[in-house]
């Protein structure tokens, strides 16, 4: 396993999405940070240096939606990529969490197979602008 410095900050609420999503990126040689709430998620951008947000969009305190905008009004993080993971898979799903200002969206149930080359085909997007 090797550290390739990449840190991600996955919000979510439910234990058991952190936790896979953390094994998976992990044994890629990602440091993943985890938020299950707001507030909390914005303590970790204070404090560290995020390269790629992983977003649930259900929430209990505040919806994905909200908290990407608001997150995405802030100049020191606005260029920090969004991904919403969700399970909302309806039409306009998708289009909705473009519009509340993610960069890419996956759907639940997480693919882990595909997880880690997702994630890498956003953070080096971010790299290259």
Same mark, same amino acid.
């Given at each position: 396993m090797s550290d @390739?410095?990449?840190v991600i900050l996955y919000i979510e609420d439910n234990p058991d999405n952190r +936790? =896979?999503?953390r094994r998976v990126l992990s044994a890629e040689g990602y440091t993943v940070l985890e938020a299950p709430q707001a507030s909390q998620a914005f303590l970790k951008l204070e404090s560290e240096n995020i390269d790629l947000i992983? #977003?649930?969009? @259900? #929430?209990?305190d505040m919806d994905g939606y909200t908290l990407?905008?608001?997150i995405k009004q802030i100049e020191k993080y606005k260029h920090i990529p969004i991904v919403a993971i969700t399970a909302n898979v #309806?039409?306009?799903d998708k289009e909705k969490s473009l519009e509340a200002g993610c960069d890419g969206y996956i759907q639940k149930p997480i693919d882990i197979d595909l =997880? +880690?080359?997702q994630v890498e085909r956003y953070i080096s997007r971010r790299s290259n602008v």
């Open positions: @390739n410095g990449r +936790s =896979l999503v992983l #977003m649930d969009i @259900n #929430m209990p990407t905008a608001k #309806m039409r306009g =997880l +880690s080359q």
